[in-house]
Every structure is written in C-alpha cells, then in structure tokens.
C-alpha cells in the first residue's frame, strides 16, 4: 500500500544529543513537510521541500535540520539547539505544491526528553 | 499572514446529536480549505475539502460549505457517533503549497 512511513513512533532523547527522525513515502509525490504538533495547539511548520536538493525553513526552524537527497526521503533532525524538542512530529507530503493539493500524512514520532 | 480560527474546544455530545464546529480564516488570494480529522496517536487524514467558493465538501456524513463572504468553512454532520470522537482540524492551503491549521477541536461523542 502507498503511504508514509515514519520512524520510530516513540524516541527518548537525554538532553544536548542530537536525534533524527524519518520519514519515507512511496506516493511519488514531489512536496514534502515536517510539522510539530504540541498539545492543544494546531501544527507548525518545521520546514518543507518542494523538490529534491531544495528546502525552505518554515515557522518554526530554529534548533531543525533536514536534508531532501532523495524524493521519497525526507529526515528531520532535531539538535540540541532545540530549546523545548518534546512533542508529536509529523511529517507529510502532497502532489505538488499547488492550493488545491491535500496533504497526507504519518502516524507520527514522539519525542521526549529525558 | 494567512490564520485559521477554530471553535475552542473541547465539544461533548451525546451521540445522534448534531454537530457544528465553526471555522474562519484570513488569506490573501483564493485558498482551498480542508478538514483533517486526527485519532488518537495517529496523524491527521483529510476528512473533505472545498477548493472554491460555494463548493460543499462532504464525507462520511459530515458537509462543510465555502462561503468566501463570510471567510468560513463550518463543519457539521446531522447525527454524531461514538466513532467520531477525534481532533477536527480546520486547515487551508494557498497557491504557495504551505497549509495553515487551526487549532484543533477535540470532539467527544457520548453513547
């Protein structure tokens, strides 16, 4: 079946390590997404590629990496710059980026720090 | 920028009862809008969309109308169920690509 995956669904991280999160679709879709999600709030956008090798910073960037060298891959790395990293990651991708376009989505990572 | 407000939540209903769940936004341009509904401990999946103005998504019971003079898309279904009880977020999506969310209203269902 076609879908994203997203890998692990839960990661426990001790304070000043990185970690990187992944995320892999066999949608063939061109766009891709990290998003953060923080209890009783909506999502935020990490960061987003609309295309292999390219990337742009999204609303919340600061302290997140990611790299886009393949179309179906797209990790995300949280760094111990991230101030405040706990929460559900999910990661997305659609079509092409155009309006009309919906997003599909993971089941998500947990992360907690420890 | 573009936002998107969402009734606060959370909703409780007993189950058959009817549901609305207000939705307004503000974007530049001519958005597309979307529902996403999230279980819990999974992702979001779309629940319907609505791609121009006086365009009704429907899904699974539930409807949700464009009206680009009032800026909202509101969602509703006539008769809940105890498998509704989810997160409902209201979402669009500008020729950009980026989708901006709502908050979220979590919506539990009652038998």
């Known amino acids: ?114 | 920028g573009d936002s998107v407000t969402q009734m606060e939540g959370p909703v409780t209903l007993s189950e058959e009862a009817f549901l609305t769940i207000n939705c307004t936004y503000t974007a530049t341009g001519y958005p597309s809008l979307f529902w996403y509904v999230q279980y819990p401990g999974e992702g979001l999946q779309l629940l319907l969309k609505a791609t121009k103005a006086d365009d009704k998504g429907s899904n699974k019971g539930f409807e949700a109308t464009y009206r680009k003079e009032t800026t909202s898309f509101h969602l509703e279904k006539g008769s809940v169920q105890v498998s509704d009880s989810a997160v409902y977020f209201c979402a669009l999506n500008t020729n950009a690509g980026k989708s901006t969310f709502g908050d979220g209203t979590t919506l539990t269902v009652k038998p």
């Open chain 1, 1 to 114: 079946d076609g879908g994203i995956t997203q890998s692990p669904k839960y990661l426990f991280r001790k304070e000043g390590q990185n970690v990187t999160l992944s995320c892999e679709q066999n949608l063939n879709h061109d766009a891709m997404y990290w998003y953060r999600q923080d209890p009783g709030q909506g999502l935020r956008l990490i960061y987003y590629s609309q295309i292999v090798n390219d990337f742009q910073k999204g609303d919340i960037a600061e302290g997140y990496s990611v790299s886009r060298e393949k179309k179906e891959s797209f990790p995300l790395t949280v760094t111990s710059a991230q101030k405040n990293p706990t929460a559900f990651y999910l990661c997305a991708s659609s079509m092409a980026p155009t309006a009309t376009g919906e997003l599909f989505f993971g089941e998500g990572s947990r992360l907690t720090v420890l």
